[in-house]
T-cell receptor, first 115, second 112 residues
Framework: EPEVTQTPSHQVTQMGQEVILRCVPI?????FYWYRQILGQKVEFLVS????????KSEIFDDQFSVERPDGSNFTLKIRSTKLEDSAMYFC?????????????FGPGTRLTVL | RKEVEQDPGPFNVPEGATVAFNCTYS??????FFWYRQDCRKEPKLLMS???SGNEDGRFTAQLNRASQYISLLIRDSKLSDSATYLC?????????????FGSGTRLQVQP
């Protein structure tokens, strides 16, 4: 089965530093998502991306966050100036837009630790 | 009110037991419903979609009651490998495009 991949698996950074989390969605998918899960809490939606623009975003996705599809394969999430509370698992997901749920394909996640 | 509410558990059951999880959602416009399974520190994985007519996949049965905005998951003949957190998830769109809204999950521990 095709899969979404994410790198790195674990990122440790200092507060105030910029981080870029990378995702390679499934090749024929057109819709891309970032979710995060703070340890012990629920999975929360951050942003969705389609046709090279943000289609939906949550309150969490403030000016510190940005997303980009720099080439035909990667989908990135950038956090400009990390805060302690950004420590979480970040999951990328992709979808071909058919019914059945966009969460059919989640990546394994990147664990971000902000010190 | 939380958008998707679940009993956090944990549910501790012996192998072979039948266990049921419930979930309520607040947005009456929600259109698609799912149960996901999440193992510790792993990504959520789709277990099954949930339909008004009810649907079954092996030992797992899911049911949706739109009038009560209530979703259930029944696991029969529990296995040790069923130990995980079960996430109730809704989607406000009828296609695979809208973002998912997750419940906090119900933890299941199946004991030998």
């Amino acid at each position: 089965e095709p899969e979404v991949t994410q790198t790195p698996s674990h990122q440790v950074t200092q507060m105030g530093q910029e981080v870029i989390l990378r995702c390679v969605p499934i090749s024929n998918h057109l819709y891309f998502y970032w979710y995060r899960q703070i340890l012990g809490q629920k999975v929360e939606f951050l942003v969705s991306f389609y046709n090279n623009e943000i289609s939906e975003k949550s309150e969490i996705f403030d000016d510190q966050f940005s997303v980009e599809r720099p080439d035909g394969s990667n989908f990135t999430l950038k956090i400009r100036s990390t805060k302690l509370e950004d420590s979480a698992m970040y999951f990328c997901a992709s979808s071909d837009g058919t019914s059945g749920g966009p969460g059919r394909f989640f990546g394994p996640g990147t664990r971000l630790t902000v010190l | 009110r939380k958008e998707v509410e679940q009993d956090p558990g944990p549910f501790n059951v012996p192998e072979g037991a039948t266990v049921a999880f419930n979930c309520t959602y607040s947005n009456s416009a929600s259109q698609s419903f799912f149960w996901y399974r999440q193992d510790c520190r792993k990504e959520p994985k789709l277990l099954m979609s949930v339909y008004s007519s009810g649907n079954e996949d092996g030992r797992f049965t899911a049911q949706l009651n739109r009038a009560s905005q209530y979703i259930s998951l029944l696991i029969r003949d529990s296995k040790l490998s069923d130990s995980a957190t079960y996430l109730c998830v809704v989607n406000n769109g009828d296609t695979g495009r809208r973002a998912l809204t997750f419940g906090s999950g119900t933890r299941l521990q199946v004991q030998p």
